[in-house]
């Protein structure tokens, strides 16, 4: 890991890196512990933007479907953009009763 530098909010504190919500989404980002600015590195503003993107592409009602004896859930094309294709892996995880997440491997 590249050592951070310290960076000074105009308040005089220093952004410490945290998870935050910003515009409705958790993301890494820099956070003032003084006065609550929060900020982005060129880094996490590209991590910010794929976040946003996935969001646009996954958060959907979606329908189940029957494939052979199967339950199955479609996925939209453009996922394929983050690395999912057919044939690829994924972990499938429980959440609560009636949730779960599917994460892409690799
Ligand atoms: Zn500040």
Redesign the pocket.
């Known amino acids: 890991m590249a050592k951070e530098r310290e960076i000074k ?5 220093i ?1 410490a890196e945290k998870s935050t919500t910003f515009d409705h989404f958790e993301t890494e980002a820099l956070v ?6 929060i900020t982005l590195t060129k880094e996490q503003a590209q991590k910010y933007v794929r976040l946003r993107q996935m969001h646009q592409i996954m958060d959907a009602e979606r329908k189940i479907i029957k494939i052979g004896n199967s339950m199955g859930l479609t996925l939209p094309d453009e996922l394929q953009q983050f690395g999912a294709k057919i044939g690829s892996k994924v972990k499938t995880e429980a959440l609560g009763p009636n949730s779960f997440k599917v994460e892409l491997e690799g």
Do not use: A, Q
């Not at 909010?9 to 504190?13: E, P, Q, R, S, Y």
């Not at 003032?32 to 600015?37: E, S």
């Open positions: 909010c105009d308040c005089g504190g952004l003032c512990p003084k006065c609550g600015f």
